[in-house]
């Protein structure tokens, strides 16, 4: 069969190798091709605000540190004294965080200081009450210190005007503290996405309810759901949709009108109730359907009016790897971010692998450190696409390229850790 990717020719001569499925890499760039941040943005509580994206760069209104503040707790003093030290200094007065001192403090005398309290007008410099002689009311001072010591300037940490967070920055417990360190309490970000989500086949039943026989658990909804949760998007929950055409026309339809995104598992394979591609050739178009992966290689991707398609496969394990691997960036891109970097290194593998060359894999693997730091790993043991069992105790995919064949044990391997 001719492929109709031409950088496929190269790889035509391989075992696993099917002509119409798309590479990895090529199927990612593919998709990135066709997405653009969401249009609207809304101002929300920055208490709100955790998982959203920034859609505007964040300016400080103000200077951090906002005045001069103490650093430690100790002695406000002129440097002029500390020039002249080892000195004598009357103490006037205390200034504690959030209630200064209000006089002024002139040579020779100096102020009590806790931390966070403003420096009081007159002095430039702290001095730790560890290197004071208290007596009386007054403090001895030794040699050794430096002007403008233990004080934290105005703008020191931000100047006002000054670029704070960038649009497209993921709002982060960090980034809400931050936001609020500035004086904001509400923040301008890309509407929610909303992702319409529904599981296809008949065999499919909800947990909580006894399986009849040739029945199994609809696990995919919920690893779906998990991994849509952390994203912070908009979740249309649809369910469970039959393997009947007519009903699956009018899901993909009701989704399309009323989300950004729409995700299904099922039912995009070659089988006689696989109807999925078709009908997003009937009412969409298909970029591709096919990827040169394992596991995963069904994978629709396409689109309904403007709305994307990611049509994932049935086995629960290539949902989580297909999600992982295209669908979360996707999602990430419209949501207004950058697609993250995916972190990958090499690790040592310590068990052999059976791999046939013509498709990506992406086993599931356990790493760890030996005794010397290096990073070992082992796969979680038999790789079929329906033990879910293997993504929870996995801590990282082992990343097998598409040309790779069996690997003995010893031999270096690519991970990405979870
Ligand atoms: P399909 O792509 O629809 O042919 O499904 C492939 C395999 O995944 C079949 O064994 C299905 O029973 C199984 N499967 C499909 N959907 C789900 C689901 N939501 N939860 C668990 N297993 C599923
Ligand atoms: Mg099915």
């Known amino acids: 069969m001719e492929s109709k990717f031409s950088f496929l020719s190269t790889l035509e001569t391989m075992g696993d190798y099917d002509p119409d499925s798309m590479p990895v890499e090529q199927a990612r760039q593919l998709i990135q091709q066709f997405l653009a941040p969401l249009a609207e943005n809304e101002s929300i509580n920055v208490s709100d605000a955790l998982h959203r994206t920034l859609a505007a760069d964040i300016l400080s209104p103000m200077n951090v540190p906002p005045h001069n503040y103490s650093a430690m707790d100790g002695y406000a003093v002129h440097s002029d004294d500390l020039a002249t030290a080892p000195g004598r200094l009357a103490i006037i007065g205390s200034a504690y965080a959030g209630r200064m001192f209000e006089g002024h403090v002139a040579a020779g005398e100096c102020v009590r200081i806790m931390t966070g309290a403003l420096i009081p007008e007159g002095c430039d410099s702290v ?50 503290g931050l936001l609020a360190s500035l004086g904001l309490s509400e923040v301008k970000v890309y509407r929610k996405l909303k992702v319409a989500l529904f599981s296809t086949g008949d065999e499919l039943q909800q947990p909580g309810t006894p399986l009849a026989p040739g029945q199994i658990y609809n696990s995919n909804r919920y690893s779906l759901l998990g991994m849509l949760g952390e994203l912070g998007v908009e979740i249309i929950d649809m369910g469970t949709i039959r393997d009947d055409k007519a009903s699956l026309k009018v899901a993909l339809l009701d989704a399309a009108a009323r989300a950004d995104v729409i995700i299904t598992s099922g039912g995009v394979s070659v089988g006689e109730a696989d109807y999925i591609k078709q009908l997003l050739a009937e009412i969409g178009e298909v970029v591709f359907w096919k990827i040169a992966m394992k596991p995963g290689k069904p994978l629709a991707y396409g689109k309904i009016g403007t709305c994307h398609f990611f049509g994932l496969p049935g086995n629960p394990v290539a949902v989580m790897v297909t999600f992982q691997q295209f669908v979360r960036d996707a999602l990430r891109v419209l949501m207004g971010q950058q697609p993250k970097l995916i972190l990958e290194f090499q690790a040592t593998c310590i068990s052999p692998i059976r791999k046939a060359p013509g498709r990506t894999e992406f086993q599931r693997g356990i790493l760890s450190q030996d005794k010397n730091g290096g990073w070992i790993v082992h796969t979680t043991g038999a790789q079929c696409s329906g033990i879910l069992s293997s993504m929870s105790k996995a801590n990282c995919f082992i990343v097998l390229p598409v040309s790779q064949g069996n690997i003995e044990a010893g031999s270096a391997v690519r991970v990405q850790p979870f």
């Not at 208290?134 to 002007?147: N, P």
């Not at 703008?155 to 006002?160: L, Y």
């Open 127 to 176: 001095v730790m009450q560890e290197h004071v002689q208290v007596a009386g009311s007054f403090i001895e001072i030794g040699e050794g210190h430096l002007r403008g010591q233990n004080i934290r300037l105005v703008g020191e940490d931000i100047t006002q005007g000054a670029t704070v967070l960038a649009r497209g920055q993921i709002i982060r417990p960090a980034e809400m």
